[in-house]
C-alpha cells in the first residue's frame, strides 16, 4: 500500500510545480535555501497544530536493550503523532517497533528522532571523559566518538546528548567526570573533536550521529560543587571561561543544544532568553535545535520562575527551547497558550522546522529505518578493532602522579594485588556508560596485570569493600603484603559517586581504603607500594601521597581497561597523560585551578608563609598537583622559550619555540604546553592561560623544536564590554605543566 506520506507529497509537489510555475514568470531573486526547506516547508503545510507540537515534545523508553518497554501512554502519543523524539531506547529491534508506530500507524508518518547518552562510547566503553581529557589526544578523543557512533547508530540511535562541555573546576561536583576538566581552551578543543567525531563529515551516512553541546550554560559552576545548585558569575567569568568550550561546538557544527538544569545570575537557562536567544542564536548564528534536560520546564516551578508549568511553558518557548525532554508541559500547554494568544504560533513552527529538518539531515525521510538495522547491528558491536582503540585510549588517558622508581612493574618481580577494584568489571567503566555491559565484558586490572605475570608471581587480596568501614579482611591483605617483592592496590570510587546528582562534601577515597593502606605501609615499611587509581573526580590524596612510592591515576578506564592500564604498569605503554583537572590537597582549597588572578596581596611564589597575604594558615595555596601535571617513564628537559620578536604590533604573529630533549633511557610521548599571561589588562587576567599544546613522541636521547604561533586573535578576551586583545607586556612559556615561573616576555604594541 502506497505510504500515506508520498501520497501527500505527490500532492503537495504537484501544488509546488503549480506555483512555481507562475512564480516563474516572476522570478525574484534566487534566495540562499536552506537544504531541504522546500520539504519542509510541504509537509508542514500539511501538520496540524497539534502534530506540530508534536515534533517538539520527547519521551522516554525504559532504558531496555530488547526492545522498548514503553509506557502504554507514550505509545499512544506516538501513534497520535504527538511525539517527535524518543530517548533511552534503542537496539536495532527496538527502535524499529517504535519508528515503525510512528511511520506507519500515524497521519503523516513523520519519523521520530532517538536520543541517548553516548558520553564515552555505547557498547564499547572508552574512558570516562575526564579521563579522555587528560590524554590531550583530539585525534583520539575524536576517534572514540567516532567509534561510539558507529556502534550507536547501528542500534538506531539518531542522537547523543553529547560532548557535555561543561567546565568543571569544583572536584565535589559529580559532573565533572563527564567534562575535560578545568581549562577553557584545552575544553574547547575537545569539545570540538567530539562533535567532530559523532557528527563525521556528512549527517546523511548512517553511521553518523546528531551531536548535543550540553549544558547550557554554567553548570558545572553550581555553588558548592553540589548538583542542580544556583549559580551566580560575573560577565566576565561566563564570557572568558564558561561560554567559549559551547561556541567552539557550534564553530565545530554540533547540530543540537541542551539546556543546563541551573539558573543563571536568577534566570534559570531554560527560560534564559540572553543565553539561547541572544547569544546561542544572535551572536553565534546557531541554527540547530535546542532540546531541554530532563523535566526541566516543569522545574521553572520549583525555581520560583513560573507560577505553574502552563506559564513555564510559554517561559520556554519564548526564551528559543525548541524540544520538551519528559516535562509534557508542550504537548500538555503550547496549544492553549497559543488560542490564548500568549504564544505566537511561529514559536511552535520555528521549533517544529528545525526538528523536521533535522530529520532530512538524518535522511531519516529517505528511509526511517535506515539506523535500525540488526544485521549492521550485528557486525558492529565490539568490534575488536573498537575494543583495541579503547585499550589504548584507557593508556593514554592514564596520569602517573607520583613514581620513587617503583614503576614500570617487571615479571620477574612478585606482586600482591590488594583492594576492592582489582578485580572490578562493573565500575571500570564508569558512570554514564551508555548500553555498556557491567556483567563481565570489561577487562579487570587483574585480568590486564594477567597478561604480563604469570598467576604464579600475583597474590590477590582484595581488603575492604569501596565504602564500608570493615577491617576484618585487612590481615589476609597485610599477610600476603609480606610475603612479594612489591605491593600494587587498586582503589578508588564507585561508578555512581561521581556522575549526575553525586557530589561530595569529602573527596578522600571512601570508606577504609587509606586505613588500608596505612596498615599495609607498617607492615611492609620499606616495601614498594603502588597506588591505583579509579576515580571520576579529583580526590584528595595528601595522606597517599606520603604513604605510596608511585600512583597511577586511570579514572575510570573503560571496557579495556585492565588491559590499557597494565600496558601502562608494565611500560609497554610509557605513560604521557596530563591532568585535565587540578588535584587539592584538601577540599577546603576548593575551588582551586591554575589560571586563577593573582589578588593584591599575593603570595611570592615558593614561599608559603607571609603575613597579611592571601594564603590560609593550615595549607599552602598550591595544590597536590597541579593542572598539566603527568609524569612519565623517562624525563624531558625543556630548553627556555625562543622568540620570533620580543616585541610585536598588532598585525604581526609571533613564533614560540622551545626545544624538548628526552634525557631519560625510555621513548614517550610527551606534551608540551603553551602557556602565556597577560600581565596588565583593564579587567584583571589570570596569572596564566593555556594557549596551545603539542603531542611529541621523543625517542630516548632525542630532541626536538615545538613550535608554536601566537596572534592577537589568541590573546582576546572579554573585558566586560567587548572582545578585545590589549596592548602590554605577556610572559610566555612552553613547558610539561602549568607549575612553572615565568621567564620570558614579550610587549604587543
Ligand atoms: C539527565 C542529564 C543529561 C542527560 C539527560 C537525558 O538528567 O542531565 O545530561 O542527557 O538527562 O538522559
Known amino acids: ?341 500568549k504564544v505566537d504560533v511561529s514559536l511552535v513552527n520555528n521549533a517544529c522546522r528545525k526538528i523536521l529538518l533535522t530529520k532530512y539531515k538524518l535522511g531519516l525521510f529517505d528511509d526511517p529505518y535506515r539506523y535500525s538495522d540488526e544485521k549492521r547491528e550485528k557486525e558492529v558491536v565490539y568490534k575488536a578493532e573498537f575494543l583495541e582503540a579503547a585499550r589504548k585510549s584507557a593508556a593514554m588517558s592514564t596520569v602517573l602522579l607520583k613514581n620513587n622508581k617503583a614503576l614500570p612493574l617487571n615479571n620477574k618481580q612478585t606482586i600482591a594485588l590488594i583492594g576492592p577494584l582489582v578485580k572490578d568489571k562493573e565500575n571500570i567503566i564508569g558512570n554514564w556508560a551508555a548500553a555498556g555491559d557491567r556483567k563481565g565484558k570489561a577487562i579487570s586490572i587483574y585480568q590486564g596485570i594477567h597478561e604480563y605475570l604469570s598467576a604464579s608471581k600475583i597474590v590477590y587480596a582484595k581488603g575492604c569493600e569501596i565504602e564500608d568501614f570493615d577491617m576484618s579482611n585487612f590481615e589476609k591483605a597485610i599477610n600476603i603484603a609480606k610475603k612479594v617483592d612489591k605491593v600494587v592496590m587498586v582503589l578508588g570510587e564507585d561508578y555512581d559517586m561521581s556522575g549526575e546528582a553525586a557530589s561530595r562534601t569529602n573527596i578522600k577515597l571512601p570508606g577504609r581504603q587509606t586505613d588500608l593502606i596505612r596498615a599495609i605501609r607498617k607492615a611492609v615499611p620499606n616495601k614498594q607500594i603502588v597506588l591505583v587509581l579509579m576515580n571520576g573526580r579529583p580526590l584528595d590524596l595528601s595522606e597517599e601521597d606520603n604513604l605510596v612510592d608511585a600512583i597511577l591515576e586511570t579514572w575510570f578506564p573503560g571496557t579495556s581497561g585492565g588491559y590499557g592500564v597494565a600496558d601502562v604498569l608494565f611500560g609497554t605503554y610509557n605513560p604521557s597523560g596530563k591532568l585535565p583537572v587540578t588535584f587539592p590537597r584538601t577540599v577546603g582549597q576548593i575551588p582551586i585551578y591554575y589560571n586563577m588572578k593573582n589578588t593584591g596581596r599575593p603570595i611570592p611564589p615558593r614561599n608559603p608563609k607571609q603575613d597579611y597575604k592571601s594564603n590560609y594558615i593550615d595549607v599552602p595555596n598550591t595544590p597536590l598537583y597541579p593542572f598539566g601535571h603527568g609524569l612519565s617513564y623517562t624525563n624531558f628537559e625543556y630548553s627556555e622559550v625562543q622568540l620570533s620578536a620580543t616585541s610585536i604590533k598588532f598585525s604581526d604573529t609571533l613564533t614560540v619555540s622551545a626545544e624538548i630533549t628526552n634525557i631519560g633511557d625510555v621513548d614517550g610521548y610527551e606534551i608540551a604546553q603553551l602557556y602565556v599571561h597577560d600581565k596588565v589588562g583593564s579587567i584583571t587576567r589570570p596569572v596564566k592561560e593555556l594557549k596551545g599544546f603539542k603531542k611529541i613522541y621523543l625517542k630516548k636521547g632525542e630532541s626536538q623544536t615545538v613550535s608554536f604561533t601566537l596572534t592577537v586573535e589568541n590573546l582576546k578576551f572579554y573585558n566586560n564590554h567587548e572582545f578585545v586583545t590589549e596592548p602590554g607586556e605577556f610572559e610566555v612559556a612552553i613547558k610539561g605543566t602549568s607549575d612553572f615561573d615565568f621567564k620570558q616576555t614579550f610587549t604587543l604594541n
Open 1 to 341: 500500500m502506497m505510504n500515506k506520506l508520498i501520497k501527500y507529497y505527490i500532492v503537495v509537489l504537484f501544488l509546488i510545480v503549480l506555483t512555481g510555475c507562475n512564480k516563474a514568470n516572476n522570478a525574484k531573486p534566487k534566495e540562499v535555501v536552506t537544504p531541504f526547506n522546500a520539504q519542509v516547508d510541504s509537509l508542514m503545510a500539511l501538520m496540524t497544530l497539534q502534530e506540530k507540537i508534536g515534533q517538539t515534545v520527547m519521551y522516554s523508553g525504559g532504558w531496555s536493550i530488547t526492545g522498548p518497554t514503553v509506557s502504554s501512554d507514550n505509545k499512544k502519543y506516538i501513534k497520535e503523532g504527538s511525539v517527535g523524539a524518543m530517548l533511552n531506547v534503542y537496539s536495532a529491534k527496538g527502535t524499529r517497533e517504535l519508528q515503525k508506530m510512528a511511520v506507519e500507524e500515524t497521519r503523516l508518518g513523520i519519523p521520530l528522532l532517538f536520543g541517548y547518552d553516548v558520553i564515552h562510547g555505547f557498547r564499547t566503553i572508552f574512558p570516562i571523559n575526564l579521563g579522555l581529557a587528560a590524554s590531550w589526544d583530539l585525534n583520539d578523543i575524536q576517534k572514540g566518538a567516532r567509534i561510539a557512533a558507529e556502534e550507536a547508530s547501528a542500534e538506531g540511535i539518531h542522537w547523543t546528548f553529547a560532548p557535555m562541555v561543561d567546565i568543571g573546576r569544583d572536584p565535589r561536583w559529580g559532573r565533572i567526570s563527564e567534562g575535560a576538566g578545568e581549562d577553557v581552551y584545552l575544553g574547547s578543543k575537545i569539545a570540538k573533536a567530539y562533535v567532530k567525531g559523532f557528527q563525521g563529515d556528512d549527517l546523511s551516512k548512517h553511521n553518523t550521529i546528531l551531536a548535543c553541546a550540553k549544558h547550557f550554560v554554567g553548570y558545572g559552576a553550581a555553588q558548592a560543587g553540589r548538583d542542580y545548585h544556583t549559580v551566580n558569575m560575573g560577565h566576565d567569568e561566563l564570557r572568558n571561561v564558561y561560554l567559549p568550550p559551547f561556541e567552539a561546538a557550534v564553530d565545530a557544527g554540533v547540530e543540537t543544544f541542551m539546556t543546563a538544569f541551573n539558573e543563571l545570575n536568577g534566570v534559570p537557562a531554560t527560560g534564559n532568553k540572553f543565553i539561547f536567544q541572544d547569544i546561542l542564536r544572535n551572536e553565534w548564528k546557531f541554527n540547530g535545535f535546542v532540546v531541554t534536560d530532563y523535566t526541566a520546564i516543569n522545574e521553572l516551578v520549583e525555581h520560583g520562575f513560573a507560577e505553574n508549568e502552563k506559564h513555564a511553558t510559554e517561559l520556554a518557548i519564548k526564551a528559543g527551547i525548541d524540544q520538551d525532554m519528559m516535562s509534557s508541559a508542550n504537548r500538555l500547554y503550547l496549544e492553549e497558550l497559543i488560542n490564548e494568544g
